[in-house]
Each structure stands twice: as structure tokens, then as C-alpha cells.
């Protein structure tokens, strides 16, 4: 599957703060979707991004896409207790016979102190 | 509730022990993976299947192997487990395509 970098590892944040997490890879990639854990929880499906350059916004959070796909971030504005846990970038890579791989990478954890 | 359904949610057994892990994805998924996640780490891509036939393999032990079944249900197993095996293995699912990955609860293994 497709390798890709998550920067930072950890992030910790004052409530009200913005906070930005990175995925980088080496080679273009096809499309990256974007996944939250809660503590506790199971993986959650945020967006997926396909276009160079796309950006896309789900309230305050805000997703872009590199023009070359290579790196992906993701922006949370003002950031609250509820956003809380792990991030993680997923490239999707085509396995064939119209499936794709799903591989993430090492997501970046969130603590937002109130 | 995400529809995708694993069991059981807790698993403890000794080590060189054999265990099963179950996953029934949502209705009309094709696609089936499986990941391990380890105490505060990423998730880890064991194995995918689409309609039953094996698609893609990630740093899968040869201790574990998997399968899916005709109704699309899929089973991991792990044997001659080791303590190192504690994790949570979570199984998602999706529709055919490039779509969204569903995942379920979670099976929490523990071997004592």
C-alpha cells in the first residue's frame, strides 16, 4: 500500500487554539481520505479528497489537497473538547478488479485542554 | 452504529493459543480489511478481501490468517499467539469502488 508521513505525532492545544496536522507522501497519490478515533472509539470517516488543490469544509474544520497530491492537511479552527482524539490520513490505492486498499497513516493524536 | 459487525468485543486467552475473530460488514459491502492497533499506536493493515478472493496483504503475520466467506462475512484467525498479539483488531468494510470504509467496534484481544 501507499506509505505516507503524519506530522505531529501529538498535538496538545488550548480550547479555542487551531490546530493542523499534516500527511505526506513520496509518491502522487490518487485520492486520500481523512478519519477521526475518538478515545476509546472506532475509526470515523471525515472526507475524501480527490482533486489537486481541492479544499474542502466541514464546519471548522477545513481539508486541502497538494496541487501535486502528495500531502494532504487538515485545519481545525478554534478548536473544542469534542475534537478531542486521533487523526488520521488514508490513501486509497486501487488492489484491482475494482477494489482499493485502505492504509493510514500513524494519525495524529489531539488533546485540547479546556 | 456503523452497521459493520465484529465479535466478540473481548477476547482473553493464553498464549500459544488459537482464537477467531469474526467480522459481518454492512449490507452490500464487498470489500472487507482488517487492521491492528496496537496501545497508542496507528492502525496496522493486516489483509483485505473483495468478494471473497484475497486482494491485498499488509505485514501480516503467517501466525494469522483470514477469509472471506460467500455471504461476504470474514473471519481472522490468529494462532500460537503471543503476548505481543494484545491489540485491537478492528474490520471495516466498504461498497465496491472508492468509497468510505466503515469500521466496526472492534475485537479487544488480550493474551495472558
Known amino acids: 500500500g501507499q506509505q505516507v508521513m503524519q506530522i505531529p505525532q501529538y498535538q496538545h492545544v488550548q480550547e479555542g487554539e487551531d490546530f493542523t496536522t499534516y500527511c505526506n507522501s513520496s509518491t502522487t497519490l490518487s485520492n486520500i481520505q481523512w478519519y477521526k478515533q475518538r478515545p476509546g472509539g472506532h475509526p470515523v470517516f471525515l472526507i475524501q479528497?480527490?482533486?489537486?488543490?481541492e479544499v474542502k469544509k466541514q464546519k471548522r474544520l477545513t481539508f486541502q489537497f497538494g496541487e501535486a497530491k502528495k500531502n494532504s492537511s487538515l485545519h481545525i479552527t478554534a478548536t473544542q473538547t469534542t475534537d478531542v482524539g486521533t487523526y488520521f490520513c488514508?490513501?486509497?490505492?486501487?488492489?484491482?478488479?475494482?477494489?482499493?486498499?485502505?492504509?493510514f497513516g500513524k494519525g495524529t493524536k489531539l488533546s485540547v485542554i479546556p | 452504529d456503523s452497521g459493520v459487525t465484529q465479535t466478540p468485543k473481548h477476547l482473553i486467552t493464553a498464549t500459544g493459543q488459537r482464537v477467531t475473530l469474526r467480522c459481518s460488514p454492512r449490507s452490500g459491502d464487498l470489500s472487507v480489511y482488517w487492521y491492528q492497533q496496537s496501545l497508542d499506536q496507528g492502525l496496522q493493515f493486516l489483509i483485505q478481501y473483495y468478494n471473497g478472493e484475497e486482494r491485498a496483504k499488509g505485514n501480516i503475520l503467517e501466525r494469522f490468517s483470514a477469509q472471506q466467506f460467500p455471504d461476504l462475512h470474514s473471519e481472522l484467525n490468529l494462532s500460537s499467539l503471543e503476548l505481543g498479539d494484545s491489540a485491537l483488531y478492528f474490520c471495516?468494510?466498504?461498497?465496491?469502488?472508492?468509497?468510505?470504509?466503515?469500521f466496526g467496534q472492534g475485537t479487544r484481544l488480550t493474551v495472558v
Open positions: 479528497l480527490v482533486k489537486s488543490g
Open positions: 488514508a490513501p486509497r490505492g486501487y488492489s484491482g478488479a475494482g477494489s482499493y486498499q485502505l492504509t
Open positions: 471495516a468494510s466498504s461498497r465496491q469502488g472508492n468509497t468510505e470504509a466503515f
